[in-house]
């Protein structure tokens, strides 16, 4: 029902920063709180950050707090997480997410809609 499509990953040196998008369809957009989720190799999928339905609610991962930032352009049907002094352990697949409901939500059973993912690898 609901798409997602994520773009901006990439390999980034140490220190850097990347901006990840996520182009969603349909009207319901504005109403879903939206989620970043990331997954590395051997590792268990683990939350990132969420936005509620109009951005002025956002979660985060401890390890990413004061580094990322998500943000959504509802008129536009996007969500970004932009990522700054990234670390090799960020290293990961991050995956764009839509939940039904609309205040933030951390756990990914609370998300309907999945991206196929975006790979972000930080060397060191």
């Known amino acids: 029902q609901v798409q997602l499509v994520e773009s901006g990953g990439g390999l980034v040196q140490a220190g850097g920063s990347l901006r990840l998008s996520c182009a969603a369809s349909?009207?319901?957009?504005?109403?879903?709180?939206m989620g970043w989720f990331r997954q590395a190799p051997g590792e268990e999928r683990e939350f990132v950050a969420a936005v509620n339905w109009n951005g002025n609610d956002r979660s985060y991962v401890d390890s990413v707090k004061g580094r990322f930032t998500i943000s959504r352009d509802n008129t536009k049907n996007t969500v970004s997480l932009q990522m700054n002094s990234l670390k090799p352990e960020d290293t990961a697949v991050y995956s764009c997410a839509a939940s039904a409901y609309s205040n933030t939500r951390t756990r990914a059973h609370e998300y309907h809609f999945w991206g196929q993912g975006t790979q972000v690898t930080v060397s060191s």
């Open positions: 349909g009207r319901t957009f504005s109403s879903y709180a």
